[in-house]
């Protein structure tokens, strides 16, 4: 990309978008696209191309995605898969007919089987079952992924595909009902020490293991990959460790300095036991986190309190 280039960023109001925007201003970036919702709904192919054709981006970030917790996406498969799908054609499609220079789709980690071996690697796609929770996510992902290299495959285009593991930092979702899991604890545990509330109530027993990237990280990754890499392979994003869901916990309430208790409903999904992201593709182009999760989670708490005023 060259500092001129127009850049169209999909979703720039969410927790990734607003940060790729973030991360291109501050690299120099100065022909940065965005619309709003009301100006044109990906959903929409007509829309979605007459966008295309009134604005003709050179580089497209794909980060407008229907996404939350485990829990909203049991509640609301419909939406996790019809959705996306239709984002990501829509946006896909009319990438091509408006022949842009290059695409990215941004994927996630639940598109990998959930008996994949950890750290997982890239060639694990397609090569079990999917977790049943975020299976209307992470299929929609997958066919984006299979879409972009069915392009590349027949018309010679450069779209790539990159998986980041669970995202967390400004921006983020807070709402109680379809957050993620940081998002959600930051939030519950605020209100509790807030409410002098004597416990805070967790789902499942806190063994599962996860992997987490601060989002200011994982655009700068994007931006990285953008202009490093070439290929119809996925790349995975992440840090290269995990932690448990209980130290997780841990490292919040440390951070909020709440003194209650934390109670694990285990009737409650937690998910599968472990999912970390081998990382060994990024590295060895060049690109390494900078964030650690104390620095991160305290940033995020700080732009949580600032947004609750």
Same mark, same amino acid.
């Given at each position: 990309?060259?500092?001129?280039?127009?850049?169209?960023?999909?979703?720039?109001?969410?927790?990734?978008?607003?940060?790729?925007?973030?991360?291109?201003?501050?690299?120099?970036?100065?022909?940065?696209?965005?619309?709003?919702?009301?100006?044109?709904?990906?959903?929409?192919?007509?829309?979605?191309?007459?966008?295309?054709?009134?604005?003709?981006?050179?580089?497209?970030?794909?980060?407008?995605?229907?996404?939350?917790?485990?829990?909203?996406?049991?509640?609301?498969?419909?939406?996790?898969?019809?959705?996306?799908?239709?984002?990501?054609?829509?946006?896909?499609?009319?990438?091509?007919?408006?022949?842009?220079?290059?695409?990215?789709?941004?994927?996630?980690?639940?598109?990998?089987?959930?008996?994949?071996?950890?750290?997982?690697?890239?060639?694990?796609?397609?090569?079990?079952?999917?977790?049943?929770?975020?299976?209307?996510?992470?299929?929609?992902?997958?066919?984006?992924?299979?879409?972009?290299?069915?392009?590349?495959?027949?018309?010679?285009? =450069? &779209?790539?595909?990159?998986?980041?593991? $669970? #995202?967390?930092?400004? @921006? /983020?979702?807070?709402?109680? %009902?379809?957050?993620?899991?940081?998002?959600?604890?930051?939030?519950?545990?605020?209100?509790?020490?807030?409410?002098?509330?004597?416990?805070?109530?967790?789902?499942?027993?806190?063994?599962?293991?996860?992997?987490?990237?601060?989002?200011?990280?994982?655009?700068?990754?994007?931006?990285?990959?953008?202009? =490093? &890499?070439?290929?119809?392979?996925?790349? $995975? #994003?992440?840090?290269? @460790? /995990?932690?448990?869901?209980? %130290?997780?916990?841990?490292?919040?309430?440390?951070?909020?300095?709440?003194?209650?208790?934390?109670?694990?409903?285990?009737?409650?999904?937690?998910?599968?036991?472990?999912?970390?992201?081998?990382?060994?593709?990024?590295?060895?182009?060049?690109?390494?986190?900078?964030?650690?999760?104390?620095?991160?989670?305290?940033?995020?708490?700080?732009?949580?309190?600032?947004?609750?005023?």
């Amino acid at each position: 990309m060259h500092t001129n280039s127009r850049i169209f960023v999909a979703g720039h109001r969410g927790l990734v978008g607003s940060a790729i925007v973030r991360s291109l201003e501050g690299y120099g970036y100065c022909n940065i696209i965005t619309a709003l919702k009301k100006d044109v709904d990906l959903r929409n192919e007509t829309e979605t191309l007459n966008f295309f054709e009134s604005t003709r981006p050179d580089y497209v970030f794909l980060a407008a995605a229907h996404c939350g917790g485990i829990g909203d996406t049991i509640k609301n498969p419909v939406h996790y898969l019809e959705d996306n799908l239709k984002i990501q054609t829509n946006v896909i499609t009319s990438s091509f007919k408006t022949k842009i220079e290059k695409l990215m789709l941004i994927g996630s980690a639940s598109v990998y089987p959930r008996d994949s071996k950890n750290p997982i690697k890239e060639e694990s796609l397609l090569c079990g079952k999917m977790e049943p929770a975020n299976e209307p996510y992470g299929l929609a992902k997958i066919v984006g992924i299979k879409l972009c290299q069915a392009y590349n495959q027949q018309y010679g285009t =450069n &779209y790539i595909s990159v998986n980041p593991c $669970n #995202v967390y930092g400004p @921006k /983020d979702n807070y709402d109680p %009902e379809s957050s993620h899991v940081i998002a959600g604890l930051i939030r519950r545990i605020h209100e509790a020490k807030k409410n002098e509330k004597e416990f805070v109530e967790c789902w499942g027993t806190g063994i599962s293991r996860r992997e987490f990237i601060y989002v200011e990280d994982l655009a700068d990754a994007l931006v990285f990959l953008m202009n =490093n &890499y070439n290929g119809s392979e996925v790349i $995975n #994003v992440g840090v290269g @460790k /995990d932690v448990s869901i209980k %130290e997780l916990v841990a490292h919040i309430v440390d951070v909020i300095e709440y003194s209650g208790e934390i109670r694990w409903d285990t009737s409650k999904p937690q998910g599968i036991t472990q999912r970390l992201l081998d990382t060994k593709k990024l590295n060895d182009l060049g690109w390494k986190p900078k964030t650690s999760l104390d620095q991160g989670l305290k940033t995020a708490y700080e732009y949580f309190k600032l947004e609750e005023k």
